[in-house]
């Protein structure tokens, strides 16, 4: 649209002009407030920005946090079931449930032009961590953002940098969740993280996805 592809901040001056590669700070991870129930459509809206103001050297990843989780039924308090069309099987009803309403994670380099796109598109009430009257936000802290992104399985390399054999973790999901226990072993690439635990007051080695824990 003609009016996103060129604007002007009347307060401070900014323009489209973005700046250059050497004038660029690190990428790191933002949480913008949106309208409750407004959430993919705000991450729709900047998607499309990006792609029109051609953003994509600013901003990077932009996640609602949701996960598919199982209808309960009411009257039985169990999961909900319907039968599969195609293969006529039994299946677990399920639908995707937004972890963090009213809010999108943005990865991005914050300079004044990417905080002027993100906070005027449509949907977008603020940033988290911004006091207004011309204050750029805080980052979210790296240890605070990583269990939003394991929650729904988005993990890269850089995470597993931050855990090594002998590290206290806790398990936050799965059958083991709220265990408590030592990292024995990492394996990169399947993701498996053998965690010593005491179970039934037994030192124990239990198998768990590296999604499922988070350091202490």
């Not at 890269?156 to 398990?171: A, F």
């Not at 498996?192 to 080695?205: D, K, M, P, W």
Request: proline residues 5%.
């Amino acid at each position: 649209m003609a009016e996103e592809a060129k604007f002007t901040d009347t307060t401070t001056g900014l323009n489209d002009e973005q700046p250059s590669s050497n004038k660029l700070g690190e990428k790191a991870w933002y949480v913008v407030n949106t309208y409750s129930t407004h959430e993919r459509k705000v991450a729709y809206n900047l998607q499309k920005r990006i792609e029109s103001m051609d953003l994509g050297n600013l901003i990077f990843r932009i996640v609602v946090a949701e996960q598919e989780v199982p209808v309960m039924d009411r009257e039985t308090g169990l999961p909900a079931t319907t039968v599969d069309k195609e293969t006529g099987q039994t299946v677990t009803k399920t639908r995707m449930k937004n972890l963090y309403p009213g809010y999108v994670f943005v990865e991005m380099i914050m300079t004044d032009y990417a905080w002027y796109v993100v906070r005027n598109t449509p949907g977008v009430t603020g940033f988290v961590g911004s006091s207004g009257k011309g204050t750029k936000p805080f980052p979210v802290p790296r240890e605070q953002i990583e269990p939003v992104l394991k929650r729904i399985g988005m993990i890269d390399e850089s995470m597993y940098d931050r855990y090594s054999d002998g590290d206290l973790v806790k398990i936050i999901h799965g059958p083991f969740e709220g265990t408590e226990g030592t990292i024995l072993s990492i394996n990169r690439d399947t993701g498996e993280v053998e965690v010593q635990s005491i179970l039934f007051g037994r030192a124990t080695n239990i198998s768990v996805d590296f999604t499922e824990i988070e350091k202490i």
